[in-house]
T-cell receptor, first 113, second 112 residues
Framework: DADVTQTPRNRITKTGKRIMLECSQT?????MYWYRQDPGLGLRLIYY???????NKGEISDGYSVSRQAQAKFSLSLESAIPNQTALYFC????????????FGPGTRLTVL | RKEVEQDPGPFNVPEGATVAFNCTYS??????FFWYRQDCRKEPKLLMS???SGNEDGRFTAQLNRASQYISLLIRDSKLSDSATYLC?????????????FGAGTQVVVTP
């Protein structure tokens, strides 16, 4: 079984709808991250959490919210989806530390019509 | 200016040849450097960390030049399976552990 899983893997929704993307991990890592990837751009950090009680905004948090339900679960919500939120979304985890490799989930392809 | 810049490519490489490419970063306080590999629309995976003294992992060699603020990746004896996008990744400074800045990637296509 994959260490980092994301659901759904693909989602098509309409403008104005609320949508939640879920991430679960079995790696036992404290740190979790949400990124989005757009063609021609690097991954951009949306939100990150260094432990269950710690939530921080990344560089592009507007229009998104997150919830860290447990060490293993970190969900991303789009309160009112808009077309420019169409992207590939990745969840990642890492251990605490400086040279901390991040392990990514398989991604969720989201299309907002 | 982007924090991490890469030549998008593609670098078309005959099988067995050597290919090398660089990445420049703008934050002089960055402490950690990585190369990730991403296959088409799949998740990025760590290829190798980049250490100050340079490091090698099989056919892959990574170098760091702090003075000029760039890192490089060299692939020797290219295999068809090396075809992928290579992401340059840099942390955002000493007080930003865990916060990484990703380049947009360099595409490598290895041809028979």
């Amino acid at each position: 079984d994959a260490d980092v899983t994301q659901t759904p893997r693909n989602r098509i929704t309409k403008t104005g709808k609320r949508i939640m993307l879920e991430c679960s991990q079995t790696k036992g890592h404290d740190r979790m991250y949400w990124y989005r990837q757009d063609p021609g751009l690097g991954l951009r950090l949306i939100y990150y959490s260094f432990d269950v009680k710690d939530i921080n905004k990344g560089e592009i948090s507007d229009g998104y919210s997150v919830s860290r339900q447990a060490q293993a679960k970190f969900s991303l919500s789009l309160e009112s989806a808009i077309p420019n939120q169409t992207a590939l979304y990745f969840c990642a985890t890492s251990e605490t530390g400086s040279y901390n490799e991040q392990f990514f989930g398989p991604g969720t392809r989201l299309t907002v019509l | 200016r982007k924090e991490v810049e890469q030549d998008p490519g593609p670098f078309n490489v005959p099988e067995g040849a050597t290919v090398a490419f660089n990445c420049t970063y703008s934050n002089s306080a960055s402490q950690s450097f990585f190369w990730y590999r991403q296959d088409c629309r799949k998740e990025p995976k760590l290829l190798m960390s980049v250490y100050s003294s340079g490091n090698e992992d099989g056919r892959f060699t990574a170098q760091l030049n702090r003075a000029s603020q760039y890192i490089s990746l060299l692939i020797r004896d290219s295999k068809l399976s090396d075809s992928a996008t290579y992401l340059c990744v840099v942390n955002r400074g000493a007080d930003s552990w865990g916060k990484l800045q990703f380049g947009a990637g360099t595409q490598v296509v290895v041809t028979p």
